[in-house]
């Protein structure tokens, strides 16, 4: 230890070239991977997108005809706003929700442990799985809930009322999903130096002061990632509307991605799915570009 | 160029976006960017406002193909503009 700190030569090097850039051709190979698994598979959406696909061998350019298309069809719009307001009710209950289950986990209990891989159970149930069990769970002939909602003397049946369908849809994705929330939630709870609790404290900080002006802060990062993940998953959930209510009634839960799927694998339309897909994507960049640097602006602040 | 069902517009419109690429690589090695604030209500460096004006572009493409009849061309120079614009005073 005592050479290395006397060591003038190390010190003069570390003093005056702080940063060796040389570290990041060690990423080289991740820029391969992404460029082989998701770059070039993107580029062959785009390609697909500015033509007419018939077979393997006839194919036209139709420039944005498809694009044009897309973003006159009344139906895409539709599954749009759709899609758009599902995203945004799912993060206003999960959010705060997840947060409050957190605050309701005791950090010391021997408890805890079993407490947590509780809460994570429904994170490991498959999409499809999801979907299935609540078809089950809610039907209103035979479905606990369904059968004790009706009991209890409110008329409900998802297969039929959009309404219903629509509020099903969010208690599912909730059952599923706030679990994550409250996880993250949690760690960054845990990692709340106990000082700044006992300088709360001291201060006469009420419970909700604490909250506001201890926690939340804190929680800023764990906070960004899970509305990111929940905004992204809910952007494109397929399996469980699928499974659940398959679009319908009508059309009331037909959202972006089970209206790509049956342009895509029904009818095979190729080019306008691409378009259709190109258009998803550079929505989904722009909500995500927009909450992180928002998010990052009130940090530099 | 069959391969991956290539076409010549999409092709020049990769190798337009890997030259800019390219080209903000070397001058980030030549001239380190400065993080700034200019017309946008944000600190950005070279990179971010290259990817803003990428990610305008395409939204004004989108608007222009969703409500305008005339050719989408003139929706490219418009993004251009606004991406000269960004680059520089952005």
Redesign the interface.
């Known amino acids: 230890m005592l050479p290395l700190l006397t060591n003038k030569r190390w010190l003069k090097v570390t003093a005056f070239k702080p940063h060796n850039n040389r570290a990041w051709l060690g990423v080289l190979p991740v820029f391969l991977i992404v460029g082989f698994s998701a770059v ?1 598979p993107l ?2 959406v ?3 997108s ?2 007419d ?1 018939l077979d393997f061998n006839s ?1 036209f ?1 139709v ?2 005809q498809w ?2 298309d897309t ?2 069809d009344a139906r895409f719009v539709d599954a749009f706003i759709r899609q758009i307001g599902f995203s945004a009710t799912v993060l206003a209950v999960e959010i705060p929700l997840g947060i409050a289950v957190a605050k309701g986990i005791s950090k010391t209990s021997r408890m805890t442990p079993i407490v947590l891989v509780l809460l994570a159970l429904p994170l490991l149930i498959p999409w499809n799985v999801v979907g299935t069990i609540w078809l089950m769970f809610a039907r209103p002939d035979i479905g606990l809930l369904g059968v004790l909602i009706n009991a209890a003397g409110f008329s409900y049946n998802y297969t039929a009322d959009p309404l219903h369908a629509w509020l099903t849809l969010v208690a599912m994705d909730v059952w599923h999903w706030t679990s994550l929330v409250a996880l993250l939630s949690f760690a960054g709870l845990t990692s709340i130096p106990a000082p700044y609790y006992q300088a709360a404290e001291l201060d006469g900080a009420r419970a909700w002061q604490v909250f506001r002006y201890v926690e939340l802060p804190r929680l800023r990062g764990v906070l960004v990632i899970a509305v990111l993940l929940r905004l992204m998953d809910s952007f494109m959930i397929y399996t469980e509307p699928f499974v659940l209510t398959g679009g319908g009634p009508g059309n009331s839960t037909t959202f972006l991605t089970q209206y790509l799927a049956t342009m895509a694998v029904g009818q095979f339309d190729l080019g306008p799915a691409a378009a259709f897909s190109v ?1 998803y994507f ?1 929505f989904i ?2 909500f995500c ?1 927009l909450f992180y ?1 928002m998010v990052m ?1 009130n940090d ?1 602040r | 160029m069959s391969w991956m069902a290539w076409t010549w517009p999409t092709a020049l419109f990769f190798i337009a976006i890997g030259t800019a690429l390219l080209i903000l690589t070397v001058l980030e090695l030549r001239q380190p960017t400065i993080a700034r604030r200019g017309l946008l209500p944000l600190v950005t460096t070279r990179g971010d406002r290259f990817f803003i004006s990428l990610l305008s572009a395409g939204f004004i493409h989108v608007l222009w193909l969703g409500t305008m009849d005339s050719a989408v061309v003139w929706g490219t120079l418009l993004s251009l503009i606004v991406a000269i614009i960004l680059m520089r005073w952005g």
């Open positions: 070039i580029m062959t785009v390609n697909y500015v033509q696909i194919r350019f420039g944005f694009y044009r973003l006159n258009l550079l960049l722009l570009w640097t602006r530099e």
